[in-house]
C-alpha cells in the first residue's frame, strides 16, 4: 500500500502552459515549469498559436497578465484571480484550487480580488464601454486572452486559471493609440507613439499616465509569480 500512496503523490512532471499578450508578461511568467504563449494582443494569432499548440504536453493552462478594469473599485495593481471568464455566449469556470497560503501572500502587498473576467477581441478604450462591459457580464475585469485561453483548455480538458493584474482603471479611458501601439513580436511601437503624439500633442500627458499605471501593474504582476510557482496543486475547478 506504500508503494501506490507514494505513487499516488507524484506531481505531474508536465509544465503549465502560461498564455500572455504582452512580452513584458512573458518575461516574468518564463521559467522553469512553464511553456509561455505571447499573443502579441492579438486574438487571432493566439488562436494560431494554439492550434498547432499539443495539449497533451502540459498539465494546465494559465492566463497571466495585465487587464483592463470594469470595476470602479480596482485600482491598478490590483489583482483579479478568476473565478470564470465571460466572453459572448461562452462561459467557462476557472480553478482556484492552489494552496490558499500562496493567495494570503499575494495579498500582503497588495489587494487581491476573486472575480470574473470578460474576454474581448480588441483593447477596449473608452470608459463608457468599460462601464457597460461591467454591466453586462459583471466581471471585474477585462483581457483579450483569457477567453481563448480557457475555452482551449475546456475543449482539451485541462484545468485553466487565470490571475490579471488592473493596468488602467473602470474611470479611465486609454489614449487612441493604445489600440495600434503594439508590435507583432508584443513591443511597443515607440515610432508610432512618437507620431501620434507629434499630430496631437494632447495625448502626451493620457500616455503618460497610462505609462505609470502600466509600470505599476507590471510591478504588482512580477510579485505575482508564486502564483505559477504554486500550480502544482493544479486541478479543475469544481
Known amino acids: 500500500m506504500g508503494g501506490d500512496a507514494s505513487a499516488g503523490n507524484q506531481i505531474d512532471p508536465r509544465p503549465v ?22 499573443s502579441s ?3 487571432r494569432q493566439l488562436r494560431a498559436l494554439l492550434t ?34 465571460v466572453a459572448g455566449d461562452g462561459r467557462w469556470l476557472a480553478g482556484l484550487s492552489l494552496n490558499e497560503q500562496v493567495i494570503a501572500n499575494l495579498a500582503l502587498k ?3 480580488v ?15 464601454r ?17 477567453h481563448i485561453a480557457a475555452a482551449y ?28 501601439a503594439i508590435r507583432p513580436d508584443g513591443r511597443v511601437d515607440l515610432r508610432k507613439i ?12 493620457a500616455l503618460v499616465s497610462t505609462g505609470i499605471d502600466f509600470n505599476r501593474a507590471l510591478r504588482s504582476l512580477r510579485g505575482c509569480r508564486s502564483f505559477l510557482l504554486g500550480s502544482e496543486s493544479f486541478v479543475t475547478a469544481a
Open 194 to 205: 512618437l507620431s501620434g503624439v507629434v499630430r496631437d500633442p494632447t495625448a502626451l500627458s
Open 52 to 85: 498547432v499548440f499539443d495539449p497533451s504536453t502540459i498539465r494546465g493552462v494559465i492566463s497571466f497578465g495585465v487587464a483592463g478594469g470594469l470595476d470602479p473599485s480596482l485600482k491598478p495593481g490590483d489583482v483579479v484571480l478568476a473565478t470564470e471568464v
Open 114 to 128: 476573486r472575480g470574473g473576467l470578460a474576454g474581448a477581441e480588441e483593447v477596449i478604450v473608452a470608459q463608457a
Open 153 to 180: 483548455a475546456a475543449d482539451a480538458g485541462l484545468p485553466f486559471a487565470a490571475l490579471r493584474v488592473i493596468s488602467d482603471s473602470a474611470h479611465r479611458s486609454l489614449p487612441t493609440l493604445a489600440k495600434t
Open 17 to 38: 502552459l502560461i498564455v500572455t499578450g504582452l512580452v513584458q508578461e512573458a518575461r516574468i511568467a518564463a521559467g522553469p515549469g512553464m511553456v509561455v504563449i505571447c
Open 110 to 112: 497588495r489587494r487581491v
Open 130 to 146: 468599460k462601464a457597460a462591459l461591467w454591466l453586462q457580464t459583471g466581471a471585474a475585469a477585462v483581457d483579450m486572452e483569457s
Open 41 to 43: 494582443s492579438d486574438p
